[in-house]
């Protein structure tokens, strides 16, 4: 066992994946010489040379489309999003090009790469880096949503992602990335269509991803003191979701609560709702709760930031009515 | 009408070329031209759907060009894409399938005329969105570079055509990647079709700098302009950049002045282009100029070339068959292919 931060955990997938396959490269911006912005490739320039850790100019769209052309002849590219947000610039490529080109093309191509970085609101950063494009991309066909949240599951589900023939967004937390854990000497991959029983429980189900996970770990804490006793789901998969495990939580609890970071119109959650309605309704013995960020631009100031995602005491006190209501 | 730009000068009778090449050429353009026609009869006889853009009067671009690739080198086109397609080796057959929405389409009937794909063929897509087949042909290009030095591989020297508009010229992906690809060498070839209008858009008023080719030298890299309508002009400046690219030494930017003898697509009443400005293109048939030059060089007789048409003509008949006699997808599969593991 090693203690590893986070981003130290993605490091060593990236890695161990690059010295496994040598098909398998990184690109982005500042990703080579400078070691990515959050230190995700640090030392890998050298390790591996300028093309396998290739530094890009700044153009988002071009370089993914790039990928994506590189995929389709036989590589394995990683981008790192500098910070997901800039994907936005990638829209085209990401939906077009990466998502949908399999099926338009008949099957003629696959798409290996993965799409990593930085996403989620960060401390004041402002609107345009603190955006949840999970939510935007949900809809595109062909892709694999995942977020990971602990050094663990960042490290095998990464490794997994890179091994994947098809294209996975993978959302790691600019919040996320010091986060400590012993992980395994051992080498391990993590499925990516499983989400992860992070509490059994059986009054409720809480169904949540990324940060938020934590917002709700601490929230349950709270709970475990007045006597309560929820299932805590992460999903990891925001794409598929992985109805085996949310449906046999909610055959055990028949409660639902959704904690999201991503903003409640059109989110991920919404999804969720309404997948749940069409299998599981009538198991359900409340009507679905969603907690989500506010219909806002993420603003600046501190304290209203604070009030646009969703607090663990928020979470706390829908469980509590949630369960209060009970029949 | 806008002043026609002066046509660079080739001097075609000096280029060497064996009969039989001249042929393929020759037979590559018959190919494209009566496959298109035949497009255009089964559209109006509503046998095919969607939005078709012929390629008619540009033949001289696609088999000049890809007539000077390897087998194993890539194409990479746009929603104008039956003629590359075609010109790259995907058989006529299954290229008319696609368009019937055929699963023995080279598509599978899922993409349609504006997204044709064989990887048997590396023809790497008709790409239906304005620029965005660019960057994929950029990657391409990479991967060979990346073969070749990253992974040790000397026999990866394949190269890359990425063909598209002059209203595409204007998109940024258009610069980011000359920019990419001169920075790190790619071997792509970065052939601009010139043909004067983006659907109802003149180039002249769509962009700063009409003469495309000029925007090379920014990024270092070689811009050719070239008489779109002279299949050896266009194989000449192709044969040199091919060799440019798989020797290493990066991108070209050719520019080739052409004309699309149709409106846009089949949907396009093409009105805004002025009846002058069309017979002086129809004047210069890039069939009708090779077949001029194929007989004065008599590296051909009309006999021969006649049996060319016939053939091709047959070849046609027989795809539109195919085409008409194959299934349909099966409903069954409607989500086969979303996945790599479908
Ligand atoms: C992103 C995007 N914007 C707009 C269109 C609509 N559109 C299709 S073709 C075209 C004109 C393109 O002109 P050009 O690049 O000169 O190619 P040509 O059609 O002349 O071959 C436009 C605007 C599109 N397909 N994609
Ligand atoms: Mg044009």
Redesign the pocket.
């Given at each position: 066992m090693a203690e590893t931060l986070l981003f130290n955990a993605l490091r060593e997938a990236i890695d161990e994946e690059m010295g496994r396959d040598d098909t398998v490269f990184v690109l982005g911006e500042d990703v080579g010489v400078y070691g990515g912005s959050y230190k995700v490739t640090k030392d890998l320039y050298n390790k591996y040379g300028e093309l396998r850790v290739l530094d890009t100019p700044i153009a988002e769209n071009s370089f993914t489309g790039m990928a994506v052309g590189a995929a389709m002849t036989g590589l394995r590219p990683i981008i790192e999003g500098m910070n997901m947000g800039f994907l936005l610039l990638a829209f085209n490529q990401i939906a077009n090009n990466a998502g949908m080109l399999r099926y338009t093309s008949g099957g003629n191509y696959k798409i290996p790469m993965v799409i990593r970085g930085p996403g989620g609101v960060g401390r004041q950063l402002g609107a345009e880096h603190s955006q949840r494009l999970e939510a935007y991309f949900q809809a595109v066909p062909g892709l694999k949503i995942v977020a990971c949240s602990t050094p663990y599951n960042a490290k095998g589900l990464l490794k997994a992602a890179i091994r994947d023939d098809n294209p996975v967004l993978f959302f790691e937390h600019v919040l996320l990335y010091n986060l400590k854990e012993d992980l395994p000497n051992h080498e391990y991959v993590v499925p990516l269509d499983k989400a992860e029983i992070v509490r059994p429980g059986k009054d409720v189900t809480i169904l949540t991803y990324s940060r938020m996970r934590h917002h709700v770990t601490q929230a349950v804490k709270g709970l475990e003191k007045k006597g309560l006793d929820p299932e805590v789901i992460d999903l990891i998969s925001l794409k598929p979701l992985d109805f085996d495990t949310i449906g046999a939580s909610i055959k055990k609890t028949h409660r639902v609560i959704i904690v999201e970071e991503c903003m409640k119109t059109g989110g991920i959650g919404a999804e969720i709702i309404a997948s749940i309605n069409d299998r599981y309704f009538d198991e359900l013995d409340a009507p679905v709760v969603r907690l989500s960020s506010q219909d806002i631009p993420t603003p600046y100031n501190g304290k209203l930031e604070t009030l646009t995602i969703v607090q663990p005491k928020q979470i706390e006190a829908a469980v509590e009515n949630m369960v209060a209501l009970k029949v | 009408m806008v002043q026609e730009r002066t046509l660079p000068q080739f001097h075609a009778p000096a280029a060497q070329i064996a009969p039989e090449e001249g042929l393929r050429l020759y037979e590559d353009m018959i190919l494209g031209r009566f496959f298109e026609d035949k497009c255009a009869e089964m559209y109006y006889r509503g046998k095919m759907f969607g939005f078709v853009?012929l390629y008619n009067g540009q033949e001289a671009v696609s088999s000049g060009v890809i007539k000077s690739l390897r087998s194993d080198d890539y194409v990479c086109s746009?929603?104008?894409d039956h003629v590359h397609a075609l010109s790259a080796g995907v058989p006529a057959k299954n290229v008319m399938a696609e368009l019937f929405g055929k699963e023995t389409g080279c598509s599978k009937g899922r993409g349609g005329s504006m997204h044709l794909f064989s990887s048997e063929h590396n023809m790497l897509g008709g790409f239906?969105?304005?620029?965005e087949g660019i960057p994929v042909a950029l990657g391409a290009a990479f991967q060979s570079r990346y073969r070749r030095d990253a992974l040790g591989d000397s026999s990866a020297d394949q190269v890359t055509a990425c063909f598209?508009?002059?209203?595409?010229s204007n998109n940024g992906q258009f610069f980011e990647c000359l920019n990419m690809a001169a920075l790190w060498k790619l071997p792509i070839l970065f052939v601009v079709?010139n043909?004067k209008?983006?659907?109802g858009m003149a180039h002249e008023r769509a962009t700063s700098q009409p003469e495309i080719y000029k925007k090379a030298a920014v990024f270092g890299m070689p811009g050719v302009e070239v008489d779109g309508m002279d299949v050896m002009a266009v194989r000449a400046v192709a044969q040199e950049a091919v060799a440019r690219a798989r020797a290493g030494e990066g991108p070209t930017l050719i520019e080739a002045l052409t004309y699309?003898f149709r409106g846009?697509s089949l949907a396009d009443p093409d009105e805004l282009r002025s009846k002058a400005e069309k017979e002086a293109w129809l004047a210069r048939d890039p069939i009708k100029r090779f077949e001029g030059y194929l007989l004065e060089q008599n590296l051909a007789d009309e006999g021969t070339l006649k049996e060319v048409r016939d053939r091709i003509q047959t070849r046609i008949d027989d795809a539109l068959t195919f085409a008409e006699e194959s299934p349909e997808p099966s409903p069954d599969d409607l989500y086969k292919y979303i996945f790599a593991e479908d």
């Open positions: - | 853009h746009t929603y104008r239906a969105f304005i620029g598209f508009g002059d209203g595409t079709e043909n209008w983006a659907i699309r846009h």
